[in-house]
């Protein structure tokens, strides 16, 4: 038996008390050799203070202080290769020297795939490392009491059971499972998502699994190493709302200004090698380091005026040396930061029709093209046919939920992925170049950024050129003769950012560019990007990114693939809340994930509701009557939630004939009526309301609780009632599907005319069409009223 590190506990005595606690996690036994004494201390205070870059002996941080109050929440601020993971790894490893050793520290990063992945749920509750090691003394004390002899000291391990059980009664042990799986279920994953490996999630997906372990653990101090990487618009304001409500310390390395405007109350800043802090919110923040740094550049200016020839024995000298070490340091940042990421002009293309000009010239043209990773599982990314033009001059972002086909789109694009159907037409010789979300699962991390810059671009001959160039993203002294794998993620962004800047392509794609980077790199960034002249694909959570740098906006979610001229209306297609909250509705912060899921979720629902419609399928064909097999699968939240009404046919035959009766159409108004119509992805029937008449054989339907739209054959469409429904809102055929249908054979319209005279006539001809024995009439020619 041995608990996460791997520490045995064969030589335990478990009648020892002192001997069961010592195989406890550091942070326990302390808190518990402290538990006598009074107001114990939770604030961090070490000085002087040194780090040194991991396998070097160069400081990163000398005769520093290290000071984290109680309770605060803290935004670390550094640049690139300045020492924020660094700091982060060594609080989390328990490597600085005098740090209380009480603290129970966590460090949050996003998960990394692995051999033995775990499914998601055990990955949470079993991030827990103190209940996984209380969990195992209980079975052992346990195994020994049941099996004690007259000679086992059994009150003593009686009373260390009991001792143990106290331990996880404290951290609620025995609610593990459903604390964790109500937080799941909040950011997204039902019962089938809870099941999965983390290997088959997305990197957006593997993220929010990594901070509701966070969350479940309560550490006394968070370190959240950017933690928005990959989140979508929803889970990052759920991040956002549950960072408020943190009750102990956390530390952020953060990106998004949004965020760190919202909930960080003080700054860390890691410069020349100090720490310094800053009492107050991160905008107050950014003004006054602005203020300050160009105060604090115009006295050394003066100073060194004043003393340009001094004696190199004078006392002065040494401060003079320091003082213009950091304006040259200073003066090159500024110079960096200016002209970081900058591109060169593309080569000019040549197009075979001289009537369209040279902005006009299509790139990539993608014709009706479907696609799905495993055809027999019946998941599809693209099941309808998408079509779109990529031209010299287009310059669109791409929003979506996680997993909802986003990077598969790009991966499309740069042939990565071939089609399962449909074409991908590309210009003979125009040059594409990718930043990939997960850029270092490309790079050789064994190499350095010199010898990898190398490799990608055998015929310069000249090496200085590409040591130049990594100078032009941040990769400079011996930055650039350092393995990779001892860089920062910031840094191996930028060796990223170097290969695709070097030649300048004529599209270039790149998918979630802000991870890892700095804010003032990320400033530099839209700058360079502003100047780019050739076609961009952007795919980014970071709105004010997309504002700057897009003209067109794409909007990727199941079952759609839209294209929009403003940021605001695709915000709108894309997420579900944005419509709610524009509506004047509250929407709750914890509901924003699950209701608008990632594409693996709501295929994960539909995959398990078309299992049991086999099944069901299968037992009534053997005559089998009961009808428990085909109850509806748990979904992401109830207004999501399709529910299948399938009647047994021997058991309900009258029933089924006067509500499912296929291909006779009811006479009065078809809007608004509800129904069961086909999901173009799995092919199954699922509960819809009609919104709009097309023509004599088709209509539009809502999917009841989902939000998407359809166009299915009339002919298919089976209608649940036969009263005719007046027109209204999806919202309210929605609340009224969930409520059980209407009152009473009524229906209840709240439009703004004509509410009480519709009320009654669609009771009246219901009534009328109950006492006709359920016989429906076919509509011809009509229209009905639309709902848009």
Same mark, same amino acid.
């Given at each position: 038996?041995?608990?996460?590190?791997?520490?045995?506990?064969?030589?335990?005595?478990?009648?020892?008390?002192?001997?069961?606690?010592?195989?406890?996690?550091?942070?326990?036994?302390?808190?518990?050799?402290?538990?006598?004494?009074?107001?114990?201390?939770?604030?961090?205070?070490?000085?002087?203070?040194?780090?040194?870059?991991?396998?070097?002996?160069?400081?990163?941080?000398?005769?520093?202080?290290?000071?984290?109050?109680?309770?605060? @929440?803290?935004?670390?601020?550094?640049?690139?290769?300045?020492?924020?993971?660094?700091?982060?790894?060594?609080?989390?490893?328990?490597?600085?020297?005098?740090?209380?050793?009480?603290?129970?520290?966590?460090?949050?990063?996003?998960?990394?795939?692995?051999?033995?992945?775990?499914?998601?749920?055990?990955?949470?509750?079993?991030?827990?490392?103190?209940?996984?090691?209380?969990?195992?003394?209980?079975?052992?004390?346990?195994?020994?009491?049941?099996?004690?002899?007259?000679?086992?000291?059994?009150?003593?391990?009686?009373?260390?059971?009991?001792?143990?059980?106290? $331990?996880?009664?404290?951290?609620?042990?025995?609610?593990?499972?459903?604390?964790?799986?109500?937080?799941? @279920?909040?950011?997204?994953?039902?019962?089938?998502?809870?099941?999965?490996?983390?290997?088959?999630?997305?990197?957006?997906? @593997?993220?929010?699994?990594?901070?509701?372990?966070?969350?479940?653990?309560?550490?006394?101090?968070?370190?959240?190493?950017?933690?928005?990487?990959?989140?979508?618009?929803?889970?990052?304001?759920?991040?956002?709302?549950?960072?408020?409500?943190?009750?102990?310390?956390?530390?952020?390395?953060?990106?998004?200004?949004?965020?760190?405007?919202?909930?960080?109350?003080?700054?860390?800043?890691?410069?020349?090698? #100090?720490?310094?802090?800053?009492?107050?919110?991160?905008?107050?923040?950014?003004?006054?380091?602005?203020?300050?740094?160009?105060?604090?550049?115009?006295?050394?200016?003066?100073?060194?005026?004043? $003393?340009?020839?001094?004696?190199?024995?004078?006392?002065?000298?040494?401060?003079?040396?320091?003082?213009?070490?950091?304006?040259?340091?200073?003066?090159?940042?500024?110079?960096?930061?200016?002209? #970081?990421?900058?591109?060169?002009?593309?080569?000019?293309?040549?197009?075979?029709?001289?009537?369209?000009?040279?902005?006009?010239?299509?790139?990539?043209?993608?014709?009706?093209?479907?696609?799905?990773?495993?055809?027999?599982?019946?998941?599809?990314?693209?099941?309808?046919?998408?079509?779109?033009?990529?031209?010299?001059?287009?310059?669109?972002?791409?929003?979506?939920?996680?997993?909802?086909?986003?990077?598969?789109?790009?991966?499309?694009?740069?042939?990565?992925?071939?089609?399962?159907?449909?074409?991908?037409?590309?210009?003979?010789?125009?040059?594409?170049?990718?930043?990939?979300?997960?850029?270092?699962?490309?790079?050789?991390?064994?190499?350095?950024?010199?010898?990898?810059?190398?490799?990608?671009?055998?015929?310069?001959?000249?090496?200085?050129?590409?040591?130049?160039?990594?100078?032009?993203?941040?990769?400079?002294?011996?930055?650039?003769?350092?393995?990779?794998?001892?860089?920062?993620?910031?840094?191996?962004?930028?060796?990223?950012?170097?290969?695709?800047?070097?030649?300048?392509?004529?599209?270039?794609?790149?998918?979630?560019?802000?991870?890892?980077?700095?804010?003032?790199?990320?400033?530099?960034?839209?700058?360079?990007?502003?100047?780019?002249?050739?076609?961009?694909?952007?795919?980014?959570?970071?709105?004010?990114?997309?504002? &700057?740098?897009?003209?067109?906006?794409?909007?990727?979610?199941?079952?759609?693939?839209?294209?929009?001229?403003?940021?605001?209306?695709?915000?709108?297609?894309?997420?579900?809340?944005?419509?709610?909250?524009?509506?004047?509705?509250?929407?709750?912060?914890?509901?924003?994930?699950?209701?608008?899921?990632?594409?693996?979720?709501?295929?994960?629902?539909?995959?398990?509701? #078309?299992?049991? @419609?086999?099944?069901?399928?299968?037992?009534?064909?053997?005559?089998?009557?009961?009808?428990?097999?085909?109850?509806?699968?748990?979904?992401?939240?109830?207004?999501?939630?399709?529910?299948?009404?399938?009647?047994?046919?021997?058991?309900?035959?009258?029933?089924?004939?006067?509500?499912?009766?296929?291909?006779?159409?009811?006479?009065?108004?078809?809007?608004?009526?509800?129904?069961?119509?086909?999901?173009?992805?799995?092919?199954?029937? $699922?509960?819809?309301?009609?919104? &709009?008449?097309?023509?004599?054989?088709?209509?539009?339907?809502?999917?009841?609780?989902?939000?998407?739209?359809?166009?299915?054959?009339?002919?298919?469409?089976?209608?649940?009632?036969?009263?005719?429904?007046?027109?209204?809102?999806?919202?309210?055929?929605?609340?009224?599907?969930?409520?059980?249908?209407?009152?009473?054979?009524?229906?209840?319209?709240?439009?703004?005319?004509?509410?009480?005279?519709?009320?009654?006539?669609?009771?009246?001809?219901?009534?009328?069409?109950?006492?006709?024995?359920?016989?429906?009439?076919?509509?011809?020619?009509?229209?009905?009223?639309?709902?848009?």
């Amino acid at each position: 038996m041995s608990d996460k590190k791997g520490a045995t506990f064969d030589k335990v005595d478990w009648a020892n008390r002192d001997q069961i606690i010592m195989a406890w996690p550091t942070y326990v036994q302390e808190q518990i050799a402290l538990s006598r004494a009074k107001n114990i201390s939770k604030t961090i205070d070490i000085e002087p203070f040194h780090m040194r870059a991991p396998l070097s002996d160069r400081y990163l941080l000398k005769d520093s202080q290290l000071r984290l109050e109680a309770g605060k @929440r803290y935004c670390l601020l550094g640049d690139a290769g300045s020492g924020k993971s660094t700091l982060f790894e060594e609080l989390a490893r328990g490597q600085i020297k005098n740090f209380p050793k009480h603290l129970h520290v966590h460090h949050c990063k996003e998960l990394e795939l692995s051999d033995s992945a775990k499914s998601v749920i055990e990955t949470v509750v079993q991030s827990h490392e103190f209940r996984n090691i209380l969990i195992a003394c209980e079975d052992k004390l346990k195994s020994l009491v049941s099996t004690s002899t007259p000679s086992s000291p059994i009150e003593d391990l009686k009373s260390n059971l009991q001792f143990v059980q106290m $331990y996880m009664t404290r951290i609620n042990a025995a609610t593990a499972y459903e604390r964790a799986s109500k937080m799941l @279920r909040v950011l997204g994953f039902d019962e089938e998502g809870q099941k999965k490996s983390t290997n088959a999630l997305s990197g957006g997906l @593997r993220m929010r699994v990594a901070l509701c372990a966070a969350f479940f653990i309560e550490a006394d101090l968070l370190l959240l190493d950017e933690p928005t990487n990959h989140l979508d618009f929803p889970s990052v304001l759920w991040l956002e709302n549950r960072l408020r409500s943190y009750k102990s310390s956390f530390i952020m390395v953060c990106h998004d200004r949004h965020m760190l405007q919202n909930v960080c109350g003080s700054v860390i800043l890691l410069e020349d090698q #100090k720490i310094s802090y800053h009492n107050l919110g991160f905008s107050e923040y950014e003004k006054k380091r602005e203020k300050i740094q160009k105060q604090k550049a115009d006295d050394i200016e003066k100073f060194l005026m004043k $003393y340009r020839t001094i004696d190199y024995s004078s006392p002065l000298a040494k401060e003079k040396a320091e003082k213009k070490a950091w304006m040259e340091t200073w003066h090159a940042r500024q110079v960096l930061l200016a002209g #970081k990421f900058t591109f060169p002009d593309p080569e000019p293309l040549k197009y075979d029709d001289p009537s369209i000009s040279p902005l006009d010239i299509p790139l990539v043209a993608v014709k009706d093209v479907t696609f799905t990773y495993k055809e027999e599982t019946g998941i599809w990314i693209f099941k309808d046919p998408i079509n779109i033009t990529v031209k010299a001059n287009t310059r669109m972002g791409v929003m979506g939920p996680n997993g909802a086909g986003k990077s598969t789109f790009l991966k499309l694009l740069t042939d990565k992925l071939k089609p399962t159907c449909g074409d991908i037409i590309r210009h003979p010789i125009a040059t594409v170049a990718y930043f990939a979300q997960h850029h270092v699962q490309d790079l050789d991390l064994t190499l350095t950024p010199m010898e990898y810059m190398i490799t990608q671009f055998p015929e310069v001959k000249k090496s200085g050129l590409l040591r130049s160039h990594l100078a032009k993203v941040g990769i400079i002294g011996d930055k650039g003769d350092s393995r990779m794998q001892n860089l920062s993620a910031g840094l191996r962004s930028c060796v990223c950012f170097a290969k695709i800047t070097y030649i300048c392509p004529h599209l270039l794609i790149m998918d979630e560019p802000t991870n890892f980077l700095d804010l003032e790199s990320i400033d530099s960034l839209i700058l360079a990007t502003n100047k780019y002249h050739g076609a961009l694909l952007l795919v980014s959570h970071n709105r004010l990114f997309l504002n &700057k740098c897009a003209t067109q906006y794409l909007s990727i979610v199941p079952g759609r693939f839209e294209v929009f001229s403003d940021l605001k209306n695709c915000e709108r297609a894309t997420y579900q809340f944005i419509e709610e909250m524009e509506a004047g509705k509250k929407v709750g912060v914890q509901g924003l994930v699950a209701k608008n899921p990632s594409a693996d979720a709501l295929n994960s629902v539909r995959a398990e509701e #078309k299992r049991k @419609r086999v099944e069901a399928e299968k037992a009534m064909q053997e005559g089998v009557l009961s009808i428990s097999s085909i109850s509806s699968s748990s979904s992401i939240t109830s207004q999501q939630s399709f529910v299948i009404k399938k009647i047994d046919d021997k058991e309900n035959k009258e029933n089924k004939e006067k509500k499912e009766e296929k291909g006779k159409i009811p006479d009065g108004n078809l809007v608004g009526r509800k129904c069961t119509a086909i999901w173009t992805a799995d092919g199954g029937k $699922y509960s819809a309301v009609i919104l &709009k008449v097309i023509s004599d054989e088709e209509v539009q339907v809502s999917f009841t609780g989902y939000n998407e739209t359809a166009v299915v054959k009339l002919k298919d469409v089976v209608f649940k009632e036969r009263a005719s429904a007046p027109a209204k809102a999806v919202s309210q055929a929605n609340r009224r599907e969930s409520h059980g249908g209407s009152h009473g054979g009524q229906s209840h319209n709240h439009s703004s005319y004509g509410q009480k005279h519709q009320s009654r006539q669609g009771g009246q001809r219901q009534q009328r069409q109950s006492r006709q024995g359920g016989q429906g009439y076919r509509a011809k020619g009509r229209t009905g009223s639309e709902i848009q």
